[in-house]
């Protein structure tokens, strides 16, 4: 039996039927709202928590996993003979990376531990995750898993539109200049994840022209590989995440989608109405 264990975060938002089938540890982030703090994905689920903010006032922010949170993943797992490899949340959007790396230093730096800034986040970290926990399964070592880790981060691509930039605006996202500029034109933002940071690749008239413009942009990152998997998800925004979803089934031929929800640590930055899709090829 093979016992090289990936673990990974709340961000990702792994549906739990792939959490529980390949064993896959979730360390959660934490949001804070209305002077209350929850454990993201355990204590709050994404749907009663997008409900509650398109109807509140006060914006939600939110705290990374701390040392003490992955000392105690970590110990357990390498206390039981495993060895263990961390796909976390972009450095780029969170310091939780930088727990787990102390974790690790204060656990002497094992050998058997790896921590990797997969640079990604959501639907696209999940990508990576279960490409490697699939390998894991397979017997696939620890040095095996980090290099498809690495190998699949260029393999893998995200899109994303907002229904609102204040979210994005609030938390520090984007500047002043930009939101004025989106709402005063009535403009719908296509952004996407690009070295581990948000970035806006352009915006278009219509939240329509926006669905179908990211799929047109998938296919071009896709750019004739095979074989393709998609991984759609969204907040409060089912039925405009199916008709992105659809479209790109046309076109693309995805041996394997995934649909999952933006977690609430994620959905607080971007907020409800939030449409995205993550791709990987190979």
Same mark, same amino acid.
């Given at each position: 039996?093979?016992?090289?264990? @990936?673990?990974?975060? %709340?961000?990702?938002?792994?549906?739990?039927?792939?959490?529980?089938?390949?064993?896959?540890?979730?360390?959660?982030?934490?949001?804070?709202?209305?002077? +209350?703090?929850?454990?993201?994905?355990?204590?709050?689920?994404?749907?009663?928590?997008?409900?509650?903010?398109?109807?509140?006032?006060?914006?939600?922010?939110?705290?990374?996993?701390?040392?003490?949170? $992955?000392?105690?993943? $970590?110990?357990?797992?390498?206390?039981?003979?495993?060895?263990?490899?961390?796909?976390?949340?972009?450095?780029?959007?969170?310091?939780? @990376?930088?727990?787990?790396?102390?974790?690790?230093?204060?656990?002497?730096?094992?050998?058997?531990?790896?921590?990797?800034?997969?640079?990604?986040? %959501?639907?696209?970290? %999940?990508?990576?995750?279960?490409?490697?926990?699939?390998?894991?399964?397979?017997?696939?070592?620890?040095?095996?898993?980090?290099?498809?880790?690495?190998?699949?981060?260029?393999?893998?691509?995200? $899109?994303?539109?907002?229904?609102?930039?204040?979210?994005?605006?609030?938390?520090? =996202?984007?500047?002043?200049?930009? =939101?004025?500029?989106?709402?005063?034109?009535?403009?719908?933002?296509?952004?996407?994840?690009?070295?581990?940071?948000?970035?806006?690749?352009?915006?278009?008239?219509?939240? +329509? +022209?926006?669905?179908?413009?990211?799929?047109?942009?998938?296919?071009?990152?896709?750019?004739?590989?095979?074989?393709?998997?998609?991984?759609?998800?969204?907040?409060?925004? $089912?039925?405009?995440?199916?008709?992105?979803?659809?479209?790109?089934? !046309?076109?693309?031929?995805?041996?394997?989608?995934? =649909?999952? !929800?933006?977690?609430?640590?994620?959905?607080?930055?971007?907020?409800?109405?939030?449409?995205?899709?993550?791709?990987?090829?190979?």
């Amino acid at each position: 039996m093979n016992n090289v264990i @990936i673990v990974t975060d %709340s961000s990702a938002y792994l549906p739990k039927a792939y959490v529980d089938q390949y064993k896959i540890p979730v360390v959660p982030l934490t949001v804070n709202w209305e002077g +209350k703090s929850y454990l993201d994905g355990v204590d709050i689920q994404a749907e009663e928590f997008y409900q509650q903010l398109a109807q509140s006032k006060n914006m939600a922010t939110t705290s990374q996993a701390t040392v003490g949170q $992955f000392l105690e993943v $970590f110990g357990k797992l390498l206390d039981a003979g495993n060895q263990v490899l961390y796909l976390g949340f972009s450095s780029g959007l969170s310091a939780t @990376i930088d727990s787990a790396a102390q974790a690790k230093v204060e656990m002497g730096n094992p050998e058997n531990l790896i921590v990797m800034d997969s640079k990604l986040v %959501s639907m696209a970290l %999940s990508l990576m995750v279960l490409e490697v926990a699939r390998a894991a399964e397979k017997g696939a070592s620890l040095q095996e898993c980090h290099e498809l880790a690495q190998d699949a981060y260029g393999r893998i691509g995200v $899109f994303f539109t907002v229904d609102t930039l204040e979210y994005l605006h609030r938390g520090g =996202r984007i500047n002043s200049a930009k =939101r004025m500029l989106g709402s005063a034109l009535n403009l719908k933002p296509i952004m996407e994840i690009r070295d581990g940071k948000i970035e806006l690749v352009e915006s278009v008239r219509s939240r +329509k +022209k926006a669905l179908s413009r990211m799929v047109e942009l998938i296919e071009k990152g896709v750019d004739g590989r095979t074989p393709v998997r998609l991984a759609p998800f969204h907040a409060l925004a $089912f039925d405009d995440m199916v008709i992105m979803e659809d479209l790109a089934k !046309e076109r693309l031929s995805p041996i394997e989608v995934i =649909r999952s !929800e933006v977690s609430p640590v994620i959905g607080s930055h971007v907020g409800p109405g939030t449409v995205s899709m993550a791709y990987m090829v190979g």
